[in-house]
């Protein structure tokens, strides 16, 4: 890695910041895909499991920025000022070490000051959480981590070598053997100081065994709610729209808004049930809707009616008043509408898990089983 002079560590506190800012982005996209994931192969959130994916996801996003960024503009002249060679011979920042310190000092606090050596150190640094996690949550040996290590390290030095695999015309950092070699060299001591990172869980036995779902938590019920409601609105608003376009109506934007929201709504709580068993939010969720009763079609009906037609008609009432009355009753109809949701998760919460719409409708939900996984 190269390094700006006079400004030894503060140049990675950019890099950092960078991948900090872009963990942020990545951790929202992937948060619910990864609860689903989580859900499904395991019926429940572990959150050991979970704080381990989230900090391996920032460490390696803070160690692809501190060896990529900042990135030069695209349209610059960076290859005409700054075309940089590979480095590599073996072990020249030692004598990189020792020439710049007989120019600026010897010593502990030179040696701190000393650009090769502190760009080595972070080198060193840069992978040492890698070997921590290989050996805590991966459970893997010494001689594997190290293999992986270096190919991690070895992707990151051909990325600078082939200047972002040719987005840019030329390297705008160093491909160093001598990177190549502190990486490996620090996943290996992360390795062995692995005991020592207890904040980092390691593996237990009971992860390898089959996936515990007996339990259906709220808040699995209400994520596959919550897909249930944006699935609707997605579906119903292009149903709408097309109408519209064939038919030639123009409607307001509320009233189509609420008729999006309304035929979504029977196409994803009624009529795919009635068809599949399950909702598209329960059937990411490996969930299955249970009927009960001689005629169980009439039970998903229902069930679909207890849990969202209170809420269209408040939204709706909502929405009629707002353009009548003042506003502040179309406010007290969203407000009622998350009164009537938090009303359906307590009771549910209380119920041990059976609330008023499965008690109302007569069904029920229940985890996926194996045999309608294969």
């Known amino acids: 890695m190269t390094h700006r002079e006079g400004h030894i560590y503060l140049q990675y506190a950019e890099p950092i910041g ?105 080198n060193v640094l840069l992978l040492l959480p890698l070997g921590v996690y290989l050996r805590r949550w991966w459970r893997k040996p010494l001689v594997t981590s190290t293999f992986i290590a270096f190919g991690v390290s070895l992707a990151f030095e051909l990325t600078q070598w082939t200047g972002v695999w040719g987005l840019y015309d030329c390297a705008y950092r160093t491909f160093d053997v001598d990177d190549l070699m502190a990486n490996t060299a620090g996943a290996a001591l992360g390795w062995f100081l692995a005991p020592l990172v207890v904040f980092i869980p390691t593996r237990r036995q009971s992860d390898e065994l089959e996936p515990v779902n007996e339990v259906i938590t709220i808040p699995r019920r209400l994520l596959a709610a919550l897909i249930d409601y944006l699935v609707a609105t997605t579906v119903g608003g292009i149903g709408v729209a097309v109408a519209n376009v064939i038919t030639g109506t123009h409607e307001s934007a509320s009233v189509a808004g609420r008729l999006g929201l309304i035929t979504g709504l029977l196409l994803v709580t009624i009529v795919i049930p009635l068809a599949i068993g399950r909702t598209p939010g329960q059937a990411l969720l490996g969930l299955v809707l249970v009927p009960s009763g001689d005629d169980g079609r009439w039970g998903i009906v229902i069930r679909a009616a207890v849990v969202w037609l209170p809420m269209v008609i408040l939204l709706s009432v909502g929405d009629a008043t707002s353009q009548l009355v003042p506003s502040a009753i179309s406010i007290v109809g969203s407000l009622l509408t998350l009164v009537w949701i938090l009303y359906l998760t307590i009771a549910t919460a209380r119920g041990g898990g059976v609330g008023p719409a499965d008690r109302w409708s007569g069904t029920s939900l229940r985890p996926r089983s194996a045999k309608e996984w294969a």
Not at 61 to 90: E, G, K, T, Y
């Open 18 to 122: 960078s991948g900090l800012k872009i963990f942020i982005v990545v951790a929202i996209v992937l948060f619910i895909p990864y609860v689903i994931h989580l859900y499904r192969r395991y019926g429940r959130v572990d959150t050991r499991r979970l704080w381990v994916s989230a900090s391996f996801l920032l460490f390696m996003i803070c160690a692809w920025a501190l060896v990529l960024m900042p990135f030069p503009d695209l349209d610059s002249s960076i290859c005409s000022v700054r075309h940089v060679n590979a480095q590599l011979v073996p072990f020249q920042w030692v004598s990189d070490t020792i020439r710049i310190a007989e120019k600026q000092g010897t010593g502990l606090t030179g040696l701190w000051r000393n650009p090769a050596f502190v760009v080595r150190a972070f």
